[in-house]
């Protein structure tokens, strides 16, 4: 029997719709990851009355609560209150996180503002956990069997405490002995109905959970089942269905696959994009040791900045801004002014406006220049609203260079 | 008195996290918008029993309960099932849904398969509401003065579903009598606890519901009230104690408030960024029309890429690459390049790695180059991880210019 969790985000902004909850699902997956049934969500709003009704109603319930949200300094921030109301505990002042709070604010040569003070309390029957991401202190509290831990609603600092702090604290609970496996797969290149298709019918049983996760041109499988040997029997499926199409067996994104391979082969890259405005960089330079292997971009989004590239105006007059010869022109004009081994380029209309029958909004091309001084580009037409359109272009461009370089 | 209103969402993949449930988000969003009190979300597992208990619980507290998901043809779905099992009804048969989906099929030469009759099913007391983007069959249930709105998991079925079937009933239920009104002010370049200063305690009553959310070195206040007039004396006093901070009076975000004025001066920007690796190009061309009024970037990443760029290799030798002199050049080189009115420049350490004592992570030099050739350059410490450093910065270049062309 698996023991069992709830989830409880507190803020009327989540009931309000003002933010999507994003957290939750992050909870959900690591928390069914690491083994419990993930029994039920809730939001409730910002007032204890909310809080302790909610609380109670899960404590009965399950096992684990996890509580985010609600923990920082401005008056409708009550988390603290409710669940301390719930335990009938008052709050207590915890004197080194003030003086972590001093120190922050001292940085900036400020003093701790009077409500930023309330953040160094927590309920007296918890234990603080230190957030090093940020200001708010999150706590825990164990009753008997059960646990409730509050954090930070702030995705980034939910998600950094959890591996820092809550994980710990719930192997040092509960062990690995319920720890279910797990199994990752990372795809580019491949549908979802293809990869069902492809998997087959023989492929499914009641032995595994098995998950599939879209997303802009990527797909994730994950794969949970309690026996190791039921993944080893399910990997070397996959391996065999799904072959050329996998890129990882981890949550590694695509963008880290090719760099992984650049820096093992000493090899960099530039690019040189219009539609998708500087995402494409982006998306390559959200990793850290991006350095090693990326030279630089160009957001070429005016005529007359691809020109500055080295696109003669003469392609851009005779094939028009998005063509197949301007996105080769793009790649191989970056590859050698930024003195790359390889150079993307892309060229497309994103939307809504600009589009025409011939060239219609979701027309993108990609052009991939090589250290040989070849270049070839590929023509696509995505689906979707402007931010998808970029987002899948990006991901596609990412999809031919690793094919170019696996 | 507002009338109440509590989201659920049915299914696995959802409490998993396999999903971000941004259902809840949208509709959170329009029956707020329409005049509820959004007052819960719950997520329940794919099961009868679970699905029974959570609406009996709403039933109790709230007028309106919006249900979503467990409306397909696979044997996990059980909504309908459940939904009847709360009232104690049984499924009954729609004769004119099963010819709908035997239309659909026909289109694709196919017979209803036997799993995808069970769509044409609902339960007794419920009112069938026809999805004309799918599928799966919607159905409303009023039980007294409340009302029980079943609507498919696919968020644009759902999306499309509301508008197309939800807002008229709920328009012919309520009118528009209890619509709440709404005051939204979006700022930059202050802190959520010096917004709160600024406001003061004299500035909070009862008479409405306020909500601050900081994101990224941008804020937003959204305000719900009854009466308009509420809003009105709100909005003077908002207007006279942050005014130089408020750069929009509804959602939009600070690139787009850029977009409006330089469009406006027929003004255009060129961007160089180093640590913050296409970001900022990206945040202004993930608006359409940005076109009009940005001419390309810069993505100079590495030393020789900034030296392509215009930026002496003696000035990077002296003061290094990130300096407030290598963000001044940056900005100059990239606004005369692609000839614009204004160039930005920002060099820094986004982390984790390539931090020292002298120049931290989170150090970064923002370069801002007028028309009129003049340049100056800020300094900022920004906290967090590397997503975060390149935000705030991204964020924090746009402030800069906001300020200066305002």
């Given at each position: 029997m698996k023991p069992t969790a709830a989830i409880l985000s507190v803020g009327n902004e989540v009931l309000r719709g003002s933010v999507v909850n994003t957290n939750a699902a992050f909870l959900g997956r690591e928390l069914s990851g690491f083994g419990f049934e993930v029994i039920s969500h809730a939001v409730c709003a910002d007032s204890q009355e909310a809080i302790r009704f909610r609380l109670g109603e899960m404590l009965r319930r399950v096992d684990l609560i996890m509580v985010m949200g609600g923990l920082g300094p401005t008056p409708d921030d009550v988390t603290r209150e409710g669940i301390a109301a719930h335990f009938k505990v008052p709050l207590v002042f915890s004197a080194p996180q003030f003086r972590r709070l001093q120190k922050v604010y001292k940085r900036f040569g400020k003093r701790v503002p009077l409500l930023v003070k309330r953040e160094a309390f927590y309920p007296e029957n918890a234990k603080p956990l230190i957030n090093r991401f940020g200001i708010a202190l999150g706590f825990s509290i164990e009753t008997g069997v059960k646990i409730v831990i509050a954090l930070p609603g702030v995705p980034s600092e939910l998600k950094n405490m959890y591996f820092d702090v809550v994980l710990p604290l719930l192997k040092k609970k509960y062990g690995d002995l319920f720890k279910s496996q797990k199994l990752i797969v990372r795809m580019a290149g491949i549908s979802e109905p293809d990869v069902m298709k492809k998997l087959g019918k023989d492929f499914f049983d009641d032995s595994f959970d098995f998950g599939i996760y879209p997303s802009a041109g990527e797909i994730a499988i994950r794969i949970l089942a309690d026996k190791p040997e039921v993944l080893r029997r399910l990997k070397k499926k996959v391996a065999t269905r799904l072959k050329d199409r996998i890129y990882a067996w981890d949550e590694t994104p695509l963008s880290a696959a090719i760099g992984k391979i650049l820096t093992r082969k000493r090899q960099t890259l530039a690019v040189a994009e219009s539609c998708t405005g500087g995402l494409l960089a982006s998306r390559v330079t959200a990793l850290s040791g991006a350095s090693v292997y990326f030279r630089g971009g160009v957001v070429a989004y005016h005529a007359n900045v691809k020109m500055n590239l080295g696109v003669p105006a003469k392609l851009i007059k005779e094939h028009g801004e998005v063509s197949s010869q301007v996105a080769i022109q793009l790649a191989k004009s970056v590859r050698i002014r930024m003195g790359?081994?390889?150079?993307?380029?892309?060229?497309?209309?994103?939307?809504?406006?600009?589009?025409?029958?011939?060239?219609?909004?979701?027309?993108?091309?990609?052009?991939?220049?090589?250290?040989?001084?070849?270049?070839?580009?590929w023509k696509h037409v995505f689906w979707g609203e402007r931010q998808q359109v970029q987002d899948k272009a990006a991901t596609k461009a990412l999809e031919y260079l690793w094919r170019k370089i696996r």
């Open positions: 790359s081994s390889f150079g993307l380029g892309l060229t497309g209309v994103a939307g809504p406006g600009g589009g025409s029958s011939k060239k219609p909004v979701g027309l993108v091309y990609i052009g991939l220049a090589s250290p040989d001084g070849t270049a070839r580009a």
